[in-house]
């Protein structure tokens, strides 16, 4: 039998978010409780996230915002599941572009995979411009669309590092969110030549959704399955 390999991902993207098993059933229809467990076995919710389950289960809240939310939800479900599809047949006719494969992979290997949203975190200036270019004219995001977030230890210079990474993403520093600075031990000790960590964020979930078919469509191309 065929891996549904677009629902598992999807499944598990949704489980890291917090959400419960019955939450994620009602988003991806015709899936059972024994399959969704081993496709979600290995992943460890956060305190955080149990104590809103356990909250929910008490009040007795969900099934009347279940009942309620349920046409959204199958919305939401065709919707996503339509992008996904798009993607993938995409990302096969393109996977000979070098850009576009490369931006796959690093984003598979160094992005954000949960909340679904595109986040890209990097302290290399080539990598992040490199995702800059892969966001502008692979993904085509609207220069709108971009905020940046930096995290510079405090014997740096705060003005600096934001006017080199704005340099560096061509992102007005009105778009920076304020910077993280973290204390460190290293008394007087600075590399010049090192602007801390610069984080890329775009709100967008139908891009993510996009991205996620683009890798799907990827590992079809190579014919590679979850073991």
Known sequence: MKVRLAERLLAREFRKQGFSFSEIMGKIPNLSKGTLSGWLKDIE??????????????????????????????????????????????????????????????????????????????????????????????????????????????????KESERFWSRTTRVSLNQFNKTHIKPTLLKGKRNPSYMGTCRIVISDKNLFRKMLGWRLGILESLQLMPL
């Not at 809103?52 to 099934?63: A, D, T």
Request: include cysteine.
């Open 45 to 158: 919710l956060t305190e955080k996230q149990k104590e809103r389950l356990l909250e929910k289960i008490k009040s007795g809240s969900g099934k009347g915002r279940a009942k309620g939310a349920f046409a959204n939800h199958q919305k939401r479900i065709e919707k996503t599941k339509y992008i996904i599809d798009v993607a993938k047949s995409e990302a096969k006719k393109r996977i000979v572009d070098t850009l576009f494969l490369i931006g796959v992979m690093l984003y598979w290997a160094e992005g954000d995979k949960t909340q679904e949203r595109v986040g890209f975190t990097n302290s290399n200036q080539m990598m992040i411009q490199l995702m800059m270019k892969w966001f502008r004219e692979i993904c085509e995001v609207p220069e709108t669309k971009f905020r940046v977030t930096l995290s510079i230890m405090m014997l740096h210079d705060k």
